[in-house]
Nanobody, 123 residues
Framework: VQLQASGGGLVQAGGSLRLSCAVS????????MGWFRQAPGKEREFVAY????????SYGASVKGRFTISRANAKNTVYLQMNSLGPEDTAVYHC?????????????????WGQGTLVTVSS
């Protein structure tokens, strides 16, 4: 199983970025996907998740209303549209595949992880 995240970069505060995560090696359309982020010196933080057919989505409190998760099952890809970015959003963003019955905001509920893509927001 491979997850390849892309789309990170340097952006000014107030700007937008769209992250992508291409997944291979499993049945993507049957897999719930999540995004997490980790800033230097901080724990991994839940950002968003989306169920396999896109009908259920949930967001972390710090990004709700600014970020949107979506997926294209035909392309085996999950996206994260990030708007109104601020310096507090600076982190490495990871996509991951969910398994089991832990709640979606817990990293332990995800078994495969991408290498991450760095997002840096300047003030």
């Amino acid at each position: 199983v491979q997850l390849q995240a892309s789309g990170g970069g340097l952006v000014q505060a107030g700007g937008s970025l769209r992250l992508s995560c291409a997944v291979s090696g499993l049945d993507f359309s049957a897999t719930t996907m999540g995004w997490f982020r980790q800033a230097p010196g901080k724990e991994r933080e839940f950002v968003a998740y989306i169920k396999r057919n896109g009908d259920v989505r949930s967001y972390g409190a710090s990004v709700k209303g600014r970020f949107t998760i979506s997926r294209a099952n035909a392309k085996n890809t999950v996206y994260l549209q990030m708007n109104s970015l601020g310096p507090e959003d600076t982190a490495v963003y990871h996509c991951a595949t969910k398994f089991g019955y832990l709640r979606h905001e817990y990293p332990d509920g995800y078994n495969y992880w991408g290498q991450g893509t760095l997002v840096t927001v300047s003030s």
